[in-house]
């Protein structure tokens, strides 16, 4: 029996799944990426920031050419109360590069068209329901009736992973963080530009981020505190002018520019996202021939900023390990590289969802908290989380 491996299921097409298949690649390891969904980018959603470590990561496997040309730099976090009065800014540490705001839906088609054209074969349509593991090889069952083998199965399948439940039955779920979250892209914005930051705001009904750029164009989300999860798909049965004037009136009595940039979006601009999420600590990362890799195995807060950068770090470290190792031994180092760094960030960001999520007066209290912790905030502080790097090159020690 060998344990080195030549070939990889990779189930999940968003993120960590078509970076792995490329860094796998350059491992000299054959992988597949399986897709549920038929059209990826669809009904996605979203912003989302790629950080520093996740840019540099990108690079590490020269895919950071496709991800800046798509990104809107974003140097800063400017923190507001309801009257737009300003709390705190968050900048970034000194010597590293701005974060850069991206639509979810342009990543995930550049990572597949990219993918493609490295001639990695992406399957859409095929929805993992189960595996089984040989002495030589695993196989991924699918919905459809048809199946895969290769060596190893790697779950870059999400927040809901299936291959969780298939490594660990007794694996934790995600649990509902009491908010859903809209977003889009506005243009003809009268509010002035925002200079490269974010900026966010303790509404008195909810949370808004907003970045109008030079070109007065915009992009907001709100954070809605809901008391029952609502799936996207749910949340899609409300039509999208009617959530656009339920949005506006949370914003009527905030100072801020919620309501120029909810009531100049078009209805069929409005992203609804649905329910946010934590993840707790997954305790089992890998099985056999099965490993996690994404917010599979690790999904901060959807608020930190930093659940895309992590799953990229994860994906290229996972790839790094499989060309250095024989595959038990590749999955403890690459769990031994990761752990400690994703569950740091994962703590220290937990707190983010629940502070959007507090009533009127929590959010008071936050705010004050907020004032009182910025002017401590130092930029340097967080430099161990933006500063990663990646040696590609470097060799796994087992
Ligand atoms: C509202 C919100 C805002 C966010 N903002 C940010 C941000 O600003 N910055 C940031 O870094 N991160 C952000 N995140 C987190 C970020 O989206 C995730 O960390 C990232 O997408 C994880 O990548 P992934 O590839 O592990 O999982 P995903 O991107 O979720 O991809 C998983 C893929 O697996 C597929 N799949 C699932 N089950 C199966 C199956 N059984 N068979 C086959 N395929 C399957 C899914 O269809 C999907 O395409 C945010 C998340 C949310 C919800």
């Not at 999940?12 to 897709?35: D, H, K, N, R």
């Not at 089984?132 to 199965?153: K, P």
């Not at 999860?229 to 520019?257: G, H, I, V, Y």
Request: charged content about 20%.
């Amino acid at each position: 029996m060998s344990t080195r491996i030549r070939t990889a299921l990779v189930i999940g097409g968003g993120i960590a799944g078509p970076i792995a298949a490329m860094a796998l690649q350059q491992a000299g390891i054959e992988a597949t990426v399986y897709e549920a969904y038929a059209h990826t980018a669809d009904s996605l959603g979203g912003g989302m920031t790629i950080a520093p470590n996740g840019q540099d990561a990108l690079d590490a496997v020269g895919l950071g050419e496709l991800l800046r040309p798509l990104g809107v730099p974003m140097t800063g976090i400017v923190m507001q109360d309801w009257a737009g009065r300003r709390l705190a800014e968050f900048g970034n540490p000194p010597g590293v590069p701005p974060m850069q705001l991206v639509w979810r839906a342009d990543l995930y088609s550049s990572l597949h068209g990219e993918a493609e054209r490295r001639g990695i074969r992406i399957e859409r349509g095929r929805r993992l329901v189960d595996a089984t593991e040989t002495a030589d090889g695993v196989t991924a069952h699918f919905a459809d009736g048809s199946e895969a083998t290769a060596d190893v199965l790697i779950g870059a399948d999400g927040i809901r992973s299936t291959v969780r439940t298939l490594i660990d039955p007794d694996a934790p779920g995600p649990q509902y963080a009491g908010l859903i979250s809209f977003g889009a892209r506005v243009e003809h914005v009268a509010t002035p530009s925002t200079r490269s930051k974010m900026n966010m705001s303790f509404g008195k009904q909810a949370f808004l981020g907003y970045q109008v750029l030079d070109d007065a164009t915009g992009v907001w989300f709100v954070n809605l505190p809901h008391p029952e999860p609502m799936s996207a798909a749910e949340a899609r049965r409300t039509p999208a002018a009617q959530w656009l004037a339920l949005l506006s009136a949370k914003f009527a009595d905030d100072r801020t520019p919620a309501r120029e940039l909810i009531d100049r979006t078009p209805p069929e601009e409005l992203i609804v996202v649905g329910s946010m999420e934590n993840m707790p600590q997954v305790p089992v990362w890998s099985r056999g021939r099965m490993v996690l890799v994404g917010d599979s195995a690790h999904a901060p807060s959807s608020s930190s900023g930093q659940g895309a950068s992590l799953s990229i770090e994860s994906a290229i470290e996972l790839a790094r390990c499989l060309r250095d190792l024989p595959y038990p031994d590749a999955f403890a180092a690459y769990e031994r590289l990761r752990r400690p760094r994703v569950e740091r960030i994962i703590k220290e960001t937990t707190h983010k969802n629940s502070a959007k999520a507090a009533g009127p007066v929590g959010r008071v209290v936050f705010a004050m908290l907020m004032r009182v912790f910025g002017r401590l905030a130092k930029p340097e502080k967080a430099a161990w989380m933006f500063d990663h790097r990646i040696d590609w090159a470097a060799e796994v020690a087992g």
